[in-house]
């Protein structure tokens, strides 16, 4: 079995860890799929919460694939950031309504200025931060607690906050959280990803002249960040 965090300069390691991680997540899609075709044969109506568990499913496949393909794309210095004007405010607007579509049993509390707040962004790669923030909110918080989304300004730049009441985060464990292929050795092997989803919001956050990062402590939820400058050119 392979390590928690082991050495990927070993490429047959990565494979095989990728390999079941994808598997955990087809397996429980096709179950789910093969009872739906059960119920259809029998005439029988689909529950809605099948197939919003297919869909949430279907989400954490594609994420999987694409952070495999950006990982590969920064190797080979392939990652291109496109940058236009974009209105910060209705950006998070859409990222949750996307949200709300996948989860639309998590309830929401949203704080967003009334200002409207321009930076200089791609729109793909910084909704994929907000999303993959989003997503570990919902994967390992409770089904029934809230998830906080602030946006708020501090002189040249702004800060967006996502928020859970999750089981939190230790210290020695944020020190390594955005690192290339770390997953947190306390989480369980049906939650833990590739590694790679906070590695890949660090990348494009420096792309765009910010920062990312977390407050947490253990049993008290976590809170991640994301910085950027307002009206950059």
């Given at each position: 079995m392979a390590k928690d965090n082991p050495d990927f300069s070993d490429a047959h390691a990565l494979l095989g860890m990728a390999a079941h991680e994808l598997k955990n997540t087809l397996g429980?899609?096709?179950m789910t799929l093969q009872m739906c075709e059960r119920r259809l044969a029998a005439g029988q109506a689909i529950a809605p919460e099948d197939l919003a568990f297919a869909r949430a499913q279907v989400r954490r496949l594609s994420q999987q694939?694409?952070?495999l393909l950006?990982?590969?794309?920064?190797?080979?210095e392939q990652f291109p950031v496109k940058l236009v004007s974009v209105e910060l405010g209705a950006l998070v607007q859409?990222?949750?309504?996307?949200?709300?579509?996948?989860?639309?049993d998590r309830r929401l509390v949203t704080d967003l200025p009334l200002e409207p707040l321009t930076v200089s962004a791609d729109p793909e790669r910084l909704s994929a931060v907000l999303v993959n923030f989003l997503d570990n909110s919902a994967r390992y918080s409770p089904e029934n607690s809230a998830i906080d989304i602030q946006v708020r300004r501090a002189g040249d730049r702004v800060r967006v906050a996502v928020t859970d009441q999750g089981p939190g985060?230790?210290?020695?464990?944020?020190?390594?959280?955005?690192?290339?292929y770390f997953r947190v050795p306390e989480t369980s092997e049906s939650t833990r990803g590739l590694g790679l989803g906070l590695y890949l919001c660090r990348i494009i956050a420096a792309r765009h002249g910010g920062s990312v990062g977390v407050q947490s402590a253990p049993g008290k939820g976590a809170t991640f960040w994301l910085d950027l400058p307002l009206g950059q050119s």
């Open positions: 429980p899609l096709a694939v694409n952070d950006d990982a590969t794309r920064i190797d080979a859409q990222v949750l309504e996307g949200f709300r579509r996948v989860h639309g985060i230790s210290a020695q464990n944020q020190a390594r959280l955005f690192e290339r």
